[in-house]
């Protein structure tokens, strides 16, 4: 009989730890935030590759739905290492067509009730920003002053990553075929 109370017992414990543990790591999110300082673990730059992985992870794993095409990717606040602080993707699946936002508080799904008049991205493909800036070494450090400053945006649009930014030296854009690398 000693052994039903001490099994009854060593639950409840497990169970008190447990539902301890999950209330005060919400306690703390709670109390940062209240502070002033939030202790948000959501990174503040993305790569296009988790903004991608993140759109592609709307739809229940098990639900069939038909497969998501890209037409156009938007990077705004890029890192000399190639995240961003927000990335807009517009994105088909089936007759809807939307963009999806990614930024540090998360992704958001917008509804765009018009089509996209631009060519497919096929996303397994092409290069990402990280190989881009990778072959560009001196440009991207001449863009972003060594790192200490951001480049305004990257688009993809067809076949072609345009980088955007603004310095005090002026107004700078860059093409390059989102296949090779190469400029355009």
């Known amino acids: 009989m000693t052994r039903i109370p001490f099994l009854f017992l060593s639950i409840i ?33 993305r790569s296009l590759g988790d903004a991608i992985g993140s759109a592609l992870a709307l739809d229940d794993i098990e639900a069939v739905v038909p497969e998501k095409e890209f037409y156009y990717i938007k990077g705004t606040g890029i890192q000399i290492d190639a995240t961003a602080r927000e990335w807009m993707l517009g994105m088909k ?13 998360g992704g958001t799904k917008v509804p765009w009730s018009r089509q996209f008049q631009y060519e497919e991205i096929p996303i397994y493909y092409i290069k990402y920003p990280e190989e881009l800036f990778i ?3 001196l440009l991207i450090q001449d863009l972003t002053d060594g790192g200490t400053r951001e ?34």
Do not use: H, M
């Open 135 to 137: 072959e560009k070494p």
């Open 93 to 105: 699946q089936g007759n809807e067509t939307f963009f999806y936002v990614v930024n540090k508080w």
């Open 151 to 184: 480049i305004d945006e990257i688009e993809l649009i067809d076949e072609t990553y345009i980088l955007t930014t603004e310095t005090n030296r002026g107004f700078f854009e860059y093409r390059f075929n989102a296949y090779t690398g190469i400029e355009t």
């Open 13 to 45: 414990v497990v169970v008190f730890i447990l539902l301890s543990g999950c209330v005060s790591s919400q306690e703390n999110k709670i109390l940062g935030e209240v502070g002033g300082e939030s202790k948000d673990t959501e990174p503040a730059y």
